[in-house]
């Protein structure tokens, strides 16, 4: 993928302890293990709480547990990693809600792709993914399937802070895209 959306993609939100339940988050879910037989892997949720832009929420849910084996089998990036959550969840948000998270926890006004917090959120903008989805010439499913990963990469200890840091994240999210989907 050369969608360049990796200079958009926001950063971990490292100190949070506003949890899914605190933003009015009540949608029905699938919920799948993504590997039953390790104790180490985590469940992965993937819930749509926006209703502007109709999403298979089953394709995103099967997406994102292929999508985090892959990342298990990353080499540990610090000592908090995937492999010592319980959950992670994948909240389908709109602009609006986007927007005030945005402005919560990163002081920016307006919406953005994606946030990720440390404890096991990953926050996305299906308005705005579908919109960088037109940008970039791909599929909506593939630019949700692109910010899941780069959440998961994010609560790996992956980081995009420096120009450095963003190649070596963009060339893994590909790799993992390549090869999970």
């Known amino acids: 993928m050369s969608s360049g959306v990796e200079t958009s993609l926001a950063v971990l939100i490292r100190d949070s302890s506003t949890r899914f339940a605190s933003l009015g988050m009540t949608r029905s879910r699938i919920d799948l293990r993504s590997n039953p037989k390790s104790v ?18 089953a394709e995103l849910q099967q997406s994102a547990v292929k999508v985090l084996r892959r990342c298990l089998q990353l080499q540990k990036r610090k000592p908090m990693d995937l492999t010592r959550s319980r959950n992670v969840f994948v909240w389908l948000i709109s602009d609006r809600r986007m927007s005030r998270l945005h402005r919560q926890f990163l002081g920016k006004t307006g919406p953005t792709d994606v ?28 630019e949700l399937q692109l910010y899941i990963v780069h959440g998961l990469l994010h609560l790996h200890g992956f980081d995009d802070r420096t120009p450095a840091e963003a190649h070596k994240m963009k060339s893994t999210q590909e790799r993992i895209l390549r090869s999970a989907l």
């Open 40 to 57: 180490a892997s985590p469940r992965i949720t993937v819930r749509n709480l926006q209703r502007k832009i109709p999403v298979n929420v």
């Open 115 to 142: 946030l990720t917090f440390q404890h096991g959120e990953i926050f996305i903008s299906v308005e705005t993914a579908e919109r960088h989805a037109r940008v970039f010439g791909n599929p909506l499913v593939r």
